[in-house]
């Protein structure tokens, strides 16, 4: 991509995705209220507890942690950065595990046992998705010949008829990704967390903002690597992304969360497999 | 001329250097000489960089031969002798095993082999020698302080300083003339003079455990040794060469070459402590950290993966590369799974050290040129990172006196500056833009290119495990330095000697310095390397705004390096947090002594206390030392198996 299209596209990719992601998350939320019987929050709350948040007032346990929320919140950005304007997804992959690790080391950064635990299980929650994301991605070289997001929008098959499983597969990352039962081990999205608020108990106000911003950030990239699943037209793409989403959702509200022996057990026995059946089948058709 | 000056004044220095130091009596004038010392290889190893590639050819070299022979043949009876006084059947059986087929080959096999050039000064040896002499030097200067305070620790009599700083620094000239020979006798020469200087310096401290594992360190590097040997007499009869350039690249495709080269291959990884071999390296860390830092970690290592890279060519495109690519990642996955369980610092160090010397295992199986560049890349990277992380646990360690990570809980709070640094060191080998991770990149992309069909992806499977497990032992360490206390009390700015800053924060620099440019430097040294040595271009197209560009692949590392100046940097000078605003952390409101305890059962007082996870049930170092120990060797048994009967 041009220099001048690519910082015009990041521009907007930074401005766009916490809309976006704020939208999906309102929608979330009254469909997950109506779906459980309650009325739910108004459409816009996502973004009314975002600004609530900015404007509290800076509470804080030490410094270190402030640190590496600013870490998590650039890093983030910068992986959406560098997915949207078509750079390499292998390295991206990494960029966004670097975020997850400077998440998990703000959690691990005061000495609270709601705040360790849920940054040691954050660690357990990157150990089981990381491998199926890292696979994927060279699925996605054997697929299209190049790790370059250019080249999947530059090819009219869809990405999705070459790596089927692996798209399966990236579902479950998405979910862990997204915080849902039952990979909600960490920390979830709503109040039902068994360790307080695990990863992010110790963050308040401005910090906590910064965070949420982040994990907007995170979504909107997880969301757009699904949707280059079907790049040409990129608008099927995005319609496979939204009902991801959605099914999300569901899933998210008929699961009971479950332990993180469990998630790392099913994310390889059943992830990393789907993944390697399809590199392999892959493979040996390129042959 | 100023070649070959040069490389002499790089391999014969330090030995001159390391007497002088040795028969110095006055501390602070040893130390002084190993400053002088240490700008004298770090400027010496830049101009060979800057004066470029060559050959040299060494007339009449007869003399310095038969010389080389007989001190090799010193060398080996001093070897029986240590097998004989420690009443070991296995190092004086491994050491007849070694001597007679030496003996042999020197002087009663008949032809003495003209070996043109004598030293090859390729990038890839460059590369080599500038690790050697700048990393090794900055370990030296670090060693002349670490050595005082480990010796004030002991309450020791007799100042054993000079014989530690004279192996030091002779040992940096040993290294040197490794990298640099194409001689393959005189190359055997200086590794198992390697060998030797190992093996004195892990029984340093003379404590039973330290004889002990010293002379475990010495009887599995005689394997190598052996293996080294009888590759030679195959070279030597088959192909009638000792030429390392031409067994690599002149032979390949021809009928029992993969013996020479997996006998070679097999001194390679006993060298570099991979599985079944490994458990020499976790033993050496009894051995004082500079130690630890200069051979285990940064240099004698990489002579072993040093000596796989050279003879990838060799070996390309057969299944044997395929079963050394498994092998590889299969080191790289076994080791990251046992440094969960660990939680004596250095021997996580040590675990990790393995693996990444499986990543370049691997590296040099999956034999493209864009791997032997990730290989490359990663010698050198790993090289700075781990010199940092092994000299800063050694301060840690003398600042809290144990180098346990559970001792290490909320060091940040007490000791800043040596926390700043270890998390450098963690970060540069887990980051992106730090050249360890770009090199892992680089790995993975090469990886999925792959000619040997439809096994690759349990090559492309084992560096997702390992990568994704290699994260999770790293960060939980992070987790214990980190853990502090509510920030009620300002830090303290503790000073660090002047060894420790220059070496410490020297390196920091480096690494970081090193990574922003890593692109140059892939283009100007990495490349050169591997097209001379391969004869091909890396597939690495432009370098267009400091950022690697592949055929298949773009790594925007300055973009990276603003947002982690921005983001993490920048935050960590500037951020300070006013005492108004610290609360104690959250314990259900039942707090007492602000976040010290808290009402618990029957509001009884239970202080808080939080712990490293282990996972020593499932992960236990036994179990998984069987495990590594018994699939390592048979996939070794598997690769010498193809390379005799394929």
Not at chain 2, 122 to 144: E, F, H, K, N
Not at chain 2, 158 to 174: D, E, N, Q, V
Not at chain 2, 183 to 210: G, K, Q, R, S
């Given at each position: 991509m041009e220099f001048g299209y690519a910082i015009l596209a990041g521009i907007i990719a930074l401005v766009a995705a916490p809309i976006i992601v704020g939208l999906l998350s309102g929608i979330d939320r009254i469909l997950t209220a109506r779906l459980q019987g309650r009325v739910g929050p108004p459409f816009l709350q996502p973004f009314y507890d975002l600004f609530k948040l900015f404007g509290k007032e800076l509470i804080v346990v030490n410094h270190f942690q402030l640190i590496w929320a600013w870490g998590f919140f650039g890093f983030s950005a910068a992986s959406l950065v560098l997915l949207v304007v078509q750079q390499d997804i292998l390295l991206v992959v990494f960029t966004i595990g670097f975020a997850g690790i400077c998440l998990a080391l703000g959690a691990l950064s005061v000495k609270s046992p709601y705040s360790y635990l849920g940054g040691i299980r954050e660690l357990m929650q990157m150990l089981s998705y990381e491998p199926i994301l890292l696979a994927s991605v060279i699925g996605i070289y054997l697929a299209k010949?190049?790790?370059?997001?250019?080249a999947i929008f530059a090819d009219?098959?869809?990405l999705i008829a070459q790596l089927p499983l692996v798209f399966v597969a990236l579902l479950i990352v998405l979910t862990i990704k997204l915080r849902?039962?039952?990979?909600?081990?960490?920390?979830?999205?709503?109040?039902?967390q068994e360790l307080i608020?695990?990863?992010?108990?110790e963050y308040s106000g401005p910090y906590l903002a910064l965070i949420e911003l982040g994990h907007w950030y995170e979504t909107m990239f997880v969301l757009t690597l699904i949707s280059l699943?079907?790049?040409?037209?990129i608008w099927i793409g995005i319609l496979i992304a939204f009902v991801a989403f959605l099914s999300e959702m569901l899933i998210d509200v008929t699961w009971a969360r479950m332990t993180w022996r469990w998630m790392l057990r099913v994310s390889w026995a059943v992830g990393l497999a789907l993944v390697a059946i399809n590199l392999a089948v892959l493979s040996f058709f390129e042959r | 001329m100023t070649d070959t000056f040069l490389v002499g004044f790089l391999i014969l220095f330090p030995f001159l250097s390391a007497f002088i130091a040795w028969l110095t009596p006055s501390h602070s004038a040893r130390t002084g000489w190993v400053w002088i010392t240490a700008a004298a290889m770090i400027v010496a190893s830049v101009m060979l960089m800057i004066s470029g590639p060559t050959t040299i050819m060494i007339e009449n070299s007869e003399g310095l031969s038969t010389l080389i022979g007989i001190l090799d043949l010193l060398l080996l009876v001093f070897f029986l002798y240590v097998g004989i006084q420690a009443k070991s059947l296995v190092i004086t059986l491994l050491t007849v095993a070694q001597l007679l087929p030496f003996i042999w080959l020197e002087w009663l096999s008949g032809a003495h082999h003209e070996v043109d050039p004598t030293f090859i000064v390729d990038p890839l040896a460059i590369i080599m020698v500038l690790v050697i002499s700048v990393v090794g030097s900055v370990i030296c200067v670090y060693a002349t302080r670490y050595m005082k305070e480990h010796e004030d620790h002991l309450h020791?009599?007799?100042?054993?300083r000079p014989r530690f700083m004279f192996y030091m620094i002779f040992f940096l000239g040993a290294m040197n003339g490794l990298v640099l020979a194409n001689n393959l006798l005189w190359m055997y020469f200086f590794w198992e003079v390697t060998t030797l200087i190992c093996y004195m310096l892990i029984l340093h401290d003379l404590t039973p455990i330290a004889i002990t594992n010293a002379r475990r360190a010495l009887w599995m590097n005689l394997i190598g040794g052996i293996a080294f040997v009888v590759a030679l007499i195959v070279a030597s009869t088959q192909f009638e060469t000792l030429s390392l350039r031409e067994l690599a690249?002149?032979?390949?495709?021809?009928?029992?070459?993969l013996v020479p080269i997996f006998l070679l291959g097999l001194a390679g990884f006993t060298k570099a402590a991979q599985?079944?071999?490994?458990s020499w390296l976790l033993g050496a860390m009894v051995a004082p950290t500079p130690v630890s830092a200069l051979?285990?970690?940064?240099?004698m290592v990489k002579a072993g993966v040093y000596l796989v890279l050279r003879l990838a060519p060799g070996f390309e495109g057969t299944a044997f590369s395929a079963l050394v690519a498994i092998f590889g990642g299969f080191v790289l996955l076994m080791t990251a799974i046992m440094a969960m369980?660990?939680?004596?610092a250095k021997k996580v160090l040590a675990y990790s050290t393995i693996g990444n010397l499986g990543l370049i295992i691997l590296c040099a199986g999956i034999n493209t040129p864009l791997s032997i560049a990730a290989g490359i890349m990663l010698v050198m990277f790993h090289a700075v990172s781990k010199a940092i992380l092994f000299m800063v646990v050694g301060a840690i360690e003398s600042k809290i006196?144990?180098?346990d990570i559970e001792d290490m809980e909320g060091l940040c709070a007490v000791n800043p500056a040596l926390t700043g640094i270890l998390v450098i060191g963690v970060i540069s080998m887990l980051a992106p833009p730090f050249g360890v991770l770009v090199g892992k990149w680089a790995v993975m992309e090469a990886a999925g290119t792959?000619?040997?069909?439809?096994?690759?992806f349990i090559v492309v499977l084992l560096l997702a495990l390992g990568s994704a497990v290699t994260v999770v032992f790293w960060i939980k360490w992070m987790a214990r330095v980190m853990c502090?206390?509510?920030?009620?009390?300002e830090c303290k700015k503790e000073k660090l000697p002047a060894a420790y800053n220059v070496s410490l924060w020297g390196l920091a620099t480096l690494v970081c310095v090193l990574s922003v440019i890593a692109a140059p430097v892939v283009t100007g040294l990495i490349v050169p390397a591997v097209s001379s040595w391969?004869?091909?271009?890396?597939g690495i197209t432009s370098t267009a705004g400091l950022n690697l560009d592949f055929t298949i692949g773009a790594a925007p590392i300055i973009f990276l390096s603003i947002i982690a100046f921005a983001f993490l940097l920048i935050p960590a000078l500037v951020i300070k947090v006013k005492k108004s605003a610290v609360r104690p952390v959250y314990l259900c409101g039942e707090n007492i002594d602000y976040a010290a305890a808290w009402h618990g059962l029957a509001d009884g007082r239970f202080d808080l206390s939080v712990g490293g996870f282990y996972f020593t049930r499932v992960l236990g170092e036994e179990k998984m030392n069987y495990l590594a120990i018994y699939i390592g060797a048979a996939i070794i048994t598997i690769a010498m198996a193809i390379a005799l009967f394929l």
């Amino acid at each position: 991509m041009e220099f001048g299209y690519a910082i015009l596209a990041g521009i907007i990719a930074l401005v766009a995705a916490p809309i976006i992601v704020g939208l999906l998350s309102g929608i979330d939320r009254i469909l997950t209220a109506r779906l459980q019987g309650r009325v739910g929050p108004p459409f816009l709350q996502p973004f009314y507890d975002l600004f609530k948040l900015f404007g509290k007032e800076l509470i804080v346990v030490n410094h270190f942690q402030l640190i590496w929320a600013w870490g998590f919140f650039g890093f983030s950005a910068a992986s959406l950065v560098l997915l949207v304007v078509q750079q390499d997804i292998l390295l991206v992959v990494f960029t966004i595990g670097f975020a997850g690790i400077c998440l998990a080391l703000g959690a691990l950064s005061v000495k609270s046992p709601y705040s360790y635990l849920g940054g040691i299980r954050e660690l357990m929650q990157m150990l089981s998705y990381e491998p199926i994301l890292l696979a994927s991605v060279i699925g996605i070289y054997l697929a299209k010949g190049s790790y370059m997001a250019d080249a999947i929008f530059a090819d009219t098959t869809p990405l999705i008829a070459q790596l089927p499983l692996v798209f399966v597969a990236l579902l479950i990352v998405l979910t862990i990704k997204l915080r849902k039962s039952p990979f909600d081990i960490a920390t979830s999205h709503h109040a039902h967390q068994e360790l307080i608020k695990g990863v992010t108990t110790e963050y308040s106000g401005p910090y906590l903002a910064l965070i949420e911003l982040g994990h907007w950030y995170e979504t909107m990239f997880v969301l757009t690597l699904i949707s280059l699943f079907w790049a040409n037209p990129i608008w099927i793409g995005i319609l496979i992304a939204f009902v991801a989403f959605l099914s999300e959702m569901l899933i998210d509200v008929t699961w009971a969360r479950m332990t993180w022996r469990w998630m790392l057990r099913v994310s390889w026995a059943v992830g990393l497999a789907l993944v390697a059946i399809n590199l392999a089948v892959l493979s040996f058709f390129e042959r | 001329m100023t070649d070959t000056f040069l490389v002499g004044f790089l391999i014969l220095f330090p030995f001159l250097s390391a007497f002088i130091a040795w028969l110095t009596p006055s501390h602070s004038a040893r130390t002084g000489w190993v400053w002088i010392t240490a700008a004298a290889m770090i400027v010496a190893s830049v101009m060979l960089m800057i004066s470029g590639p060559t050959t040299i050819m060494i007339e009449n070299s007869e003399g310095l031969s038969t010389l080389i022979g007989i001190l090799d043949l010193l060398l080996l009876v001093f070897f029986l002798y240590v097998g004989i006084q420690a009443k070991s059947l296995v190092i004086t059986l491994l050491t007849v095993a070694q001597l007679l087929p030496f003996i042999w080959l020197e002087w009663l096999s008949g032809a003495h082999h003209e070996v043109d050039p004598t030293f090859i000064v390729d990038p890839l040896a460059i590369i080599m020698v500038l690790v050697i002499s700048v990393v090794g030097s900055v370990i030296c200067v670090y060693a002349t302080r670490y050595m005082k305070e480990h010796e004030d620790h002991l309450h020791l009599q007799k100042s054993r300083r000079p014989r530690f700083m004279f192996y030091m620094i002779f040992f940096l000239g040993a290294m040197n003339g490794l990298v640099l020979a194409n001689n393959l006798l005189w190359m055997y020469f200086f590794w198992e003079v390697t060998t030797l200087i190992c093996y004195m310096l892990i029984l340093h401290d003379l404590t039973p455990i330290a004889i002990t594992n010293a002379r475990r360190a010495l009887w599995m590097n005689l394997i190598g040794g052996i293996a080294f040997v009888v590759a030679l007499i195959v070279a030597s009869t088959q192909f009638e060469t000792l030429s390392l350039r031409e067994l690599a690249t002149e032979h390949t495709g021809e009928a029992l070459l993969l013996v020479p080269i997996f006998l070679l291959g097999l001194a390679g990884f006993t060298k570099a402590a991979q599985t079944p071999f490994h458990s020499w390296l976790l033993g050496a860390m009894v051995a004082p950290t500079p130690v630890s830092a200069l051979l285990h970690s940064s240099t004698m290592v990489k002579a072993g993966v040093y000596l796989v890279l050279r003879l990838a060519p060799g070996f390309e495109g057969t299944a044997f590369s395929a079963l050394v690519a498994i092998f590889g990642g299969f080191v790289l996955l076994m080791t990251a799974i046992m440094a969960m369980s660990q939680s004596n610092a250095k021997k996580v160090l040590a675990y990790s050290t393995i693996g990444n010397l499986g990543l370049i295992i691997l590296c040099a199986g999956i034999n493209t040129p864009l791997s032997i560049a990730a290989g490359i890349m990663l010698v050198m990277f790993h090289a700075v990172s781990k010199a940092i992380l092994f000299m800063v646990v050694g301060a840690i360690e003398s600042k809290i006196g144990s180098r346990d990570i559970e001792d290490m809980e909320g060091l940040c709070a007490v000791n800043p500056a040596l926390t700043g640094i270890l998390v450098i060191g963690v970060i540069s080998m887990l980051a992106p833009p730090f050249g360890v991770l770009v090199g892992k990149w680089a790995v993975m992309e090469a990886a999925g290119t792959t000619m040997f069909g439809s096994i690759s992806f349990i090559v492309v499977l084992l560096l997702a495990l390992g990568s994704a497990v290699t994260v999770v032992f790293w960060i939980k360490w992070m987790a214990r330095v980190m853990c502090a206390m509510p920030e009620t009390c300002e830090c303290k700015k503790e000073k660090l000697p002047a060894a420790y800053n220059v070496s410490l924060w020297g390196l920091a620099t480096l690494v970081c310095v090193l990574s922003v440019i890593a692109a140059p430097v892939v283009t100007g040294l990495i490349v050169p390397a591997v097209s001379s040595w391969y004869g091909t271009q890396a597939g690495i197209t432009s370098t267009a705004g400091l950022n690697l560009d592949f055929t298949i692949g773009a790594a925007p590392i300055i973009f990276l390096s603003i947002i982690a100046f921005a983001f993490l940097l920048i935050p960590a000078l500037v951020i300070k947090v006013k005492k108004s605003a610290v609360r104690p952390v959250y314990l259900c409101g039942e707090n007492i002594d602000y976040a010290a305890a808290w009402h618990g059962l029957a509001d009884g007082r239970f202080d808080l206390s939080v712990g490293g996870f282990y996972f020593t049930r499932v992960l236990g170092e036994e179990k998984m030392n069987y495990l590594a120990i018994y699939i390592g060797a048979a996939i070794i048994t598997i690769a010498m198996a193809i390379a005799l009967f394929l």
